[in-house]
């Protein structure tokens, strides 16, 4: 991965509506840039959550669970539809570093949204507040065990 490859216009039109939306701390258009069958990959889940309201319901909530959320660093892939967002925030009184790795389709729309999360005591206060909100949803999106 390189900083000087550039993404594919459409996609780089769908990461600039996701930054808009997390400076604004609004996800209502998030739905417009997510393909149907979009994959979330979560840092404390091994089975990935598969539909884009799964991904829109567990990208709704942590921007919710975080504070002090912010970006640092973008690097693309050189085939213009894979970035990885390096960013920090703060649940409750864990901070924490990660990475979401994003990929798009021709269309721009995300396909598959990876997150990395480390150290483990931040990893484990994401993964508590999570669970707590939402854990009576999440089981219906897992990818079941035929795919």
Same mark, same amino acid.
């Given at each position: 991965?390189?900083? !000087?490859?550039?993404?594919?216009?459409?996609?780089?039109?769908?990461?600039?509506?996701?930054?808009?939306?997390?400076?604004?701390?609004?996800?209502?258009?998030?739905?417009?840039?997510?393909?149907?069958?979009?994959?979330?990959?979560?840092?404390?889940?091994?089975?990935?959550?598969? !539909?884009?309201?799964?991904?829109?319901?567990?990208?709704?909530?942590?921007?919710?669970?975080?504070?002090?959320?912010?970006?640092?660093?973008?690097?693309?892939?050189?085939?213009?539809?894979?970035?990885?967002?390096?960013?920090?925030?703060?649940?409750?009184?864990?901070?924490?570093?990660?990475?979401?790795?994003?990929?798009?389709?021709?269309?721009?729309?995300?396909?598959?949204?990876?997150?990395?999360?480390?150290?483990?005591?931040?990893?484990?206060?994401?993964?508590?507040?999570?669970?707590?909100?939402?854990?009576?949803?999440?089981?219906?999106?897992?990818? !079941?065990?035929?795919?």
């Amino acid at each position: 991965m390189t900083t !000087s490859t550039a993404l594919k216009p459409a996609a780089a039109a769908s990461l600039a509506l996701w930054h808009e939306m997390v400076s604004l701390q609004d996800m209502g258009r998030l739905p417009t840039i997510l393909n149907d069958t979009a994959v979330f990959r979560s840092p404390m889940a091994f089975k990935p959550y598969v !539909s884009a309201a799964a991904v829109n319901l567990i990208l709704n909530t942590v921007m919710k669970v975080f504070t002090q959320f912010e970006y640092h660093r973008t690097l693309v892939a050189e085939d213009g539809l894979n970035v990885v967002l390096e960013f920090s925030a703060m649940v409750g009184d864990k901070s924490l570093k990660g990475i979401d790795m994003i990929r798009f389709d021709e269309a721009g729309l995300i396909v598959d949204f990876e997150v990395m999360v480390r150290p483990l005591n931040g990893l484990q206060a994401l993964g508590a507040e999570m669970g707590a909100r939402l854990a009576a949803y999440l089981p219906a999106y897992k990818e !079941s065990k035929a795919s």
